[in-house]
């Protein structure tokens, strides 16, 4: 009897393993660190355009 | 390298919302999210003032500070950005903002909120700059096509300025000399007030 | 991962951003939005037709490969912004600000920024459509021009051409409008008119009877040189918002503002002086400022001598409008009245701007009319930095009315009498006997038996669009046309902005015929209870076509096609074509015009326009010279709005009208009119001789005033082949513009000659006058007060009475008196007063179809003074019944604001959809209603019409509100 339901609890134990999903994407928190996706950062051409479009657009007279 | 910035000119803006659809157009952000508003006071009377606000990507974002996820990033040049797929809608960055920038696009009655959306100074998110999936997510990336905030440069009356804090300023500061005190000086009336 | 899909429309606003934080700030967007968040989302709730929906995906795909440019111009003001397209596969992917555009310089108002908006649009109507047993079914076009044909033939054989109205549009660029106005005269009738006639009939009629033309006279960039400003009935922060980028640089530069308006609006918080006076008060509020002006002698003499007739009649006039009476009639205090008269004195060159606040009247001419005379007192007209800065309405709205769809004048203002008939008839190469067949002669009269010569309907005008309901339910013995209307087209124009609601519900379902012509249904598809009888036909929008469009400043911009017509919609001109082939005068209407297909040729309209508008010289400004012009918009200085350099050099942008002569002669436009400091070979101008050369043995002819280069030296009358051979010029003609002019004058000589020879001896072709401050054509040749027909002030009405009845005026009988006699004051206390908001346009269909917009305005308002709120009982945010003494109601939310003094309510004028509490969503074809719908305040207006252009009054009637 005893070998029958503690046979049944490890069994069951062992079936639950499968409704475990794919853990392996989990992002772990860090306080204070950003963990996203890396963003492309502007090139110094692209800021020296920027300043010039400023000034023939919004700063057009 | 100046960092990027807004300016909204008080004295030129004449509550047109021209921004506000000028960002629901290029980046099509769906009915009831206004990245962008205009803010109206002692509306209808003598010294009523219009002045169009959204984030205003501060140098130390409090949105960023009370994140519990830490979804947020500033760039370079000022630009606060945030992650969505990190976003877990929880709204505490909302009540730390004190301008009301971030939106949710609520779409279910017991309070579920969405992600986070809100004003990205058109420079996008971090997906892969101007591909389907950034402009899905985020709207528009202008600044990395060359070009500045769609809001700024749509303004009606030039009143909204955005880009290259030291230019905006330079614009601004020229202005004030041309006005020479206009709106007139504080304490004008105290000494030239007629009777 | 939760994400807010791009395209859904169903999402309810979070209530974020920031009307919860600033609990204070319960300004307009704030209130609206709080009401109309649950109406928003039940609004959007209707679902995408399939087609619709794989329009939707197309689009999101369709992001792919370099973006096309596409250049046009705003569909919504006259302004003019540079609208700049970013087009990928076919699809309207990007919107770029025009920062190359100097009207512009970039910017857009919320219309403007959202016109993107119409290249994906859903609610708009999609294919022709056709009323049966109260429903609406889809039909071929086909079908519809066939059955819409045979129609009208039948009209025309059992009640004569009259009785089919057309009704045009100000949104029809120039090609389109000029055909429409060929089409309806080819067609056989006068009754033809457009928004012109409800907006700035009384300006064109007032200020061209003041000086020559009836046309802005500066430009919104010129008002970067004012010293002052003067808005009277002008809101131009909502109506031309991108106009107060040029009018704040000028404050920047130094200008004082004025603005005088019933209420404080978005305008007046910029301005430095604000005067309120009660709606309808206009001309004594300008005679009091004018009192002070000649009471201290600061009106400019020398100016008056040389250039103005009349001043004199005028002095006795304003006589009588002292301080005190100015108070009591206006409800402006002497000391603001004196101040502004201080500043318009001591701060020249002022310009002055008016709109609807001052048109909409029935004295709108003597309004008109008394701003022309006040500037012309201070010397302000001619200069830069002066001028009547008159802000036009729609975006086309200039050119539809230059190319006069309307019914008492032929294109280019030549009017309607046979020697205007006989000009345009050779411009179009047509048999003048020919067109003239296609009128109504006489008719017979049923009771009688006798043949009864009626007003011969070809040379007398036709009704006025503001009265069209009466030429549907008026007794025809009272009309001067054979029968009344029984068919209506409603071609790009929208019903509600025409007063008088419950008898235009009658007057639509009276009607044997109703078409639609439309982006948009309009509020006509939904307002009459009908089973049939009725079609809407899908227009395209201008973005979808290309021609040209006249902003306000007379400027031409040439639009290039962005996308092809969306669903099965097709361009208006396109439609005419069929019309007129069913109809069966197509082979004239484009005799000189190449059709491809079924598309007339836009640049062939344009050069017939070239060929016979001398007398506003929409005659230089060909194709060529536009297209040349926008490839180089930003050669142009953004104050003289000169190229300085590259190919337009010396020439003004859009070649203002007047553009004098042939292309060839290469005139640079006019800028500023009447302007004598320039040549007017250069641009320079001055008024015009058109009211003859002396009146009652007084000189008319300018005296010592002249443009620089001018050889007469002084005034001279208009130039005809004759005067040309008294000067000894005849022999600078060619032989071949000899043999045209020979005969002719400057109007009807289409060789240009005469116009060149004048030009190139520094002549103005029209002559050299004076102004006149008294026009003795009019009912009132001197501007006077009167009180409108439903006035507030019964011991005004007794001082100040209005007209009496006339019988005929636009072959209809019109009241005046017989109104003004009842006392509507004590059961309707409330003055009524409109106008517009920013977010929306006109009848509001096409802007509230645009979801961008209409979150922005979601509900019917009107502002209510606090203190009448609590006479009312009425609370903020309330529904409310404003009821009008013509039995019609509107029900709508309250918003109380001290923005409206005492006594005034005001509501927006955009709104559509609903009929008496009622939202007629219901009505509207599958898909094609709005997003947001509400009364339309015109329901609740009143009759009354200007004494000279049927004008109607929505400035000034009378309300009561109560809870609902």
């Given at each position: 009897m005893r070998v029958r339901t503690v046979g049944l609890a490890l069994l069951a134990a062992f079936a639950l393993t499968g409704c475990y999903e794919e853990g392996t994407s989990v992002i772990m928190f860090e306080p204070g660190v950003y963990k996203g996706s890396p963003d492309q950062p502007l090139t110094a051409e692209d800021q020296e355009a920027l300043r010039a479009r400023m000034s023939t657009g919004q700063g057009r007279q | 390298m100046a960092r990027m910035k807004f300016l909204c000119d008080a004295e030129r803006c004449i509550e047109c919302n021209g921004c506000v659809t000028a960002c629901k157009n290029e980046n099509e952000v769906p009915w009831g999210v206004n990245r962008r508003r205009v803010v109206t006071l002692d509306d209808g009377v003598p010294g009523e003032k219009s002045i169009s606000v959204a984030c205003m990507h501060c140098t130390d974002a409090p949105c960023a500070a009370v994140c519990p996820v830490d979804c947020f990033y500033t760039t370079d040049d000022g630009v606060v950005l945030h992650d969505k797929d990190l976003c877990i809608g929880c709204g505490y960055c909302f009540y730390a903002c004190p301008f009301g920038a971030p939106q949710y696009p609520q779409k279910e009655a017991f309070g579920v909120r969405g992600k986070m959306d809100k004003c990205t100074f058109c420079a996008g998110g971090p997906e892969e700059d101007n591909s389907a999936a950034e402009f899905e997510k985020y709207g528009s990336n202008r600044l990395a096509q060359g070009k500045l905030p769609m809001c700024a440069e749509m303004c009606a009356t030039k009143a909204l300025l955005g880009g290259d804090g030291d230019i905006v300023s330079d614009i601004y500061r020229e202005r004030i000399t041309k006005r020479g005190g206009r709106p007139d000086n504080w304490g004008w009336d105290t000494a030239y007030k007629k009777a | 991962m939760k994400l807010t899909k791009r395209r859904e429309l169903n999402a309810n606003g979070s209530g974020g951003g920031l009307n919860g934080v600033l609990g204070q700030a319960i300004d307009r967007r704030t209130f609206l939005r709080r009401a109309g968040i649950a109406m928003g989302g039940g609004a959007l709730a209707t679902a995408l037709p399939p087609a619709m929906i794989q329009r939707a995906e197309a689009a999101a795909d369709a992001r792919t490969g370099t973006p096309e440019l596409k250049r046009s111009v705003c569909t919504h003001c006259s302004v003019g912004c540079g609208v700049r397209a970013e087009v990928q596969n076919g699809v309207w992917t990007g919107q770029e600000p025009d920062f190359d555009s100097p009207f512009n310089l970039g910017g857009h108002c919320a219309k403007g920024a959202s016109v993107?908006?119409?290249?994906?649009?859903?609610?708009?109507?999609k294919y022709p459509t056709k009323l049966v047993g109260g429903k609406w079914k889809k039909i071929s076009w086909e079908e519809a021009i066939n059955e819409i044909g045979d129609k009208i033939l039948d009209i025309r054989e059992k009640s004569g051409p009259d009785s089919v109205y057309w009704l045009g549009s100000a949104k029809f660029n120039n090609e389109q409008a000029y055909l429409f106005r060929k089409y309806a005269a080819l067609w056989g009738t006068n009754n033809v008119d457009h928004q012109a006639r409800i907006c700035h009939s009384t300006t064109v009629a007032g200020v061209a009877n003041t000086w020559g033309y009836g046309a802005m006279t500066n430009s919104y960039n010129d008002m970067h040189n004012a010293k002052a400003m003067f808005f009277i009935g002008s809101n131009a922060a909502e109506a031309h918002p991108v106009a107060m980028q040029h009018i704040l640089r000028g404050k920047e530069n130094g200008a004082k503002m004025i603005v005088v308006d019933p209420r404080f609006t978005r305008t007046a918080a910029h301005s430095d002086l604000f005067v309120r006076i009660r709606p309808g008060t206009d001309v004594p509020l300008v005679w009091g400022v004018l009192w002070h002006i000649f009471e201290n002698g600061w009106e400019d003499q020398e100016y008056i001598n040389q250039r103005v007739y009349g001043m004199e009649d005028i002095r006795t006039e304003v006589a009588k409008w002292t301080p005190d009476v100015v108070e009591d009639v206006t409800g402006a205090p002497e000391s603001v009245v004196k101040e502004a008269a201080r500043i318009m004195a001591e701060s020249r060159p002022g310009t002055i701007v008016w709109c609807m606040g001052g048109t909409q009247h029935t004295i709108g001419n003597n309004n008109t009319r008394s701003y022309c005379v006040l500037q012309l007192a201070l010397g302000n007209i001619g200069k830069s930095g002066g001028g009547a800065n008159i802000f036009r309405g729609h975006d086309n709205v200039q050119g539809a009315t230059d190319m006069c769809i309307l019914s008492h004048s032929l294109p280019a203002y030549y009017g309607l009498s046979e020697g205007a008939w006989k000009h345009w008839s050779r411009v179009w190469g047509l048999d003048y006997e020919w067109v003239k067949g296609r009128f109504d002669t006489a008719y017979v009269d049923t009771k009688s038996g006798d043949a009864v010569p009626f007003k011969n309907p070809m040379n007398s005008p036709g009704m006025p669009v503001s009265r069209w309901i009466d030429g549907v339910l008026e007794d025809v013995a009272n009309i001067d046309q054979r029968d009344s209307l029984k068919a209506m087209i409603f071609w790009g124009h929208a019903p509600n902005s025409q007063t008088r609601g419950p008898e235009m519900k009658k007057a639509m379902e009276a009607l044997e015929l109703l078409v639609v012509i439309d982006p948009y249904p309009t509020h006509t598809a939904v307002l009459p209870d009908r089973q049939d009888g009725m079609y809407l036909l899908p227009a395209a929008t201008q973005f979808e076509t290309y021609g040209s469009v006249t902003a306000s400043n007379r400027s031409l911009q040439w639009r290039e096609k962005i996308i092809d017509p969306l669903f099965e919609s097709k361009p208006d001109h396109v439609i005419m074509y069929h019309l007129s082939k069913k109809l069966g005068f197509s082979d004239q209407l484009f005799k000189n015009i190449q059709v491809n297909g079924d598309e007339p040729l836009i640049e062939d309209i344009l050069r017939e326009i070239n060929s016979g508008t001398w007398t506003i010289g929409y005659t230089g400004q060909s194709p060529e010279r536009l297209k040349l012009h926008l490839e180089n918009k930003h050669t142009f200085n953004t104050t003289t709005l000169q190229a300085e350099g590259g190919p337009c050099d010396g020439e003004y942008y859009g070649l203002p009208w007047p553009c004098w002569g042939t292309p060839e002669m290469k005139h640079p436009g006019t800028p500023n009119l009447y302007d004598p400091s320039k040549p007017v070979a250069k641009g320079g101008l001055n008024f015009r001789a058109r009211f003859g050369v002396e009146h009652e043995g007084n000189n008319l002819l300018a005296e010592g005033s002249y443009p620089v280069g001018n050889e007469i030296k002084d005034g001279h009358p208009e130039f005809t082949a004759d005067m040309l051979k008294q000067l000894g010029w005849w022999d600078d003609l060619t032989a071949d513009e000899k043999a045209a002019a020979e005969g002719r004058n400057w109007k009807t000589d289409l060789s240009g000659g005469i116009q060149r020879v004048a030009i190139k001896h520094g002549c103005a072709p029209f002559g050299n006058a004076k102004a006149r401050a008294i026009v003795w054509t009019f009912p009132d040749p001197v501007p006077i007060h009167r009180e409108p027909l439903y006035a507030p002030r019964r011991d005004l009405v007794e001082k100040y009475p209005t007209y009496e009845d006339r019988k005929s005026h636009y072959r209809l009988p019109t009241r005046y008196a017989s109104i003004q006699a009842t006392d509507y004051s004590k059961e309707f206390p409330l003055v009524h007063t409109s106008g517009r908001l920013v977010e929306y346009e006109g009848g509001g269909e096409e802007t509230r179809s645009n979801p961008w917009l209409a979150e922005l305005q979601q509900e019917m308002f009107a502002e209510i003074n606090p203190a009448d709120a609590n006479n009312a009982s009425v609370k903020d945010g309330q529904w409310i019944w404003l009821e009008a003494p013509n039995g019609a109601k509107i029900k709508i939310r309250a918003m109380i604001t001290p923005r409206v003094t005492r006594g005034v309510v005001f509501t927006p004028f955009h709104f559509g959809g609903w009929y008496e509490g009622q939202d007629?969503?219901?009505?509207?074809?599958?898909?094609?209603?709005?997003y947001v719908r509400g009364e339309a305040c015109n329901h609740a207006f009143t009759y009354g019409y200007d004494s000279v252009t049927q004008m109607q009054e929505t400035k000034a009637s009378l309300c009561k509100i109560s809870a609902a």
């Open positions: - | - | 993107r908006e119409h290249g994906h649009g859903e609610r708009r109507l007629l969503l219901d009505k509207y074809p599958e898909g094609s209603a709005p």
